[in-house]
């Protein structure tokens, strides 16, 4: 199975940009979908944007269309997330997870069996 390492977060100002990068190992990475979520304290985890298999498609969630940007380098085993306009309530452990099944929702948790660890996000207003 996969393993994940997340890795790129800190502390910004509003307005800022940063790309955490997700870096996998142990399996076949080319045969996973990959996601990245999000989870702020006292909140349920959601979901931030995906990419299928060989990165053709991408999905994002409406609070972060337009200024993150979800890719990934099957050469190299990873994932990134670029993150531009960053704003206070995008604050966040941000955890990428892998999925082999294909089709269904991207946007759900439940749909991704292997998780990363996160890291974490803090813009500062």
């Known amino acids: 199975q996969v393993q994940m390492v997340e890795s790129g977060g800190g502390l910004v100002q509003a307005g800022d940009s940063l790309r955490l990068s997700c870096a996998a190992s142990?399996?076949?990475?080319?045969?996973?979908?990959m996601g990245w979520f999000r989870q702020a304290p006292g909140k349920e985890r959601e979901f931030v944007t995906a990419?299928?298999?060989?990165?053709?498609?991408?999905y994002y969630a409406v609070s972060v269309k337009g200024r993150f940007t979800i890719s990934r380098d099957n050469a190299k085993n990873t994932v990134y997330l670029q993150m531009n306009s960053l704003k206070p309530e995008d604050t966040a452990v941000y955890s990428c997870?892998?999925?082999?099944?294909?089709?269904?929702?991207?946007?759900?948790?439940?749909?991704?069996?292997?998780w990363g660890q996160g890291t974490q996000v803090t813009v500062s207003s």
């Open positions: 997870a892998a999925r082999r099944l294909r089709g269904g929702n991207y946007g759900q948790v439940s749909m991704y069996p292997y």
């Open positions: 142990g399996d076949t990475f080319s045969n996973y979908a």
């Open positions: 990419i299928s298999w060989s990165g053709g498609s991408t």
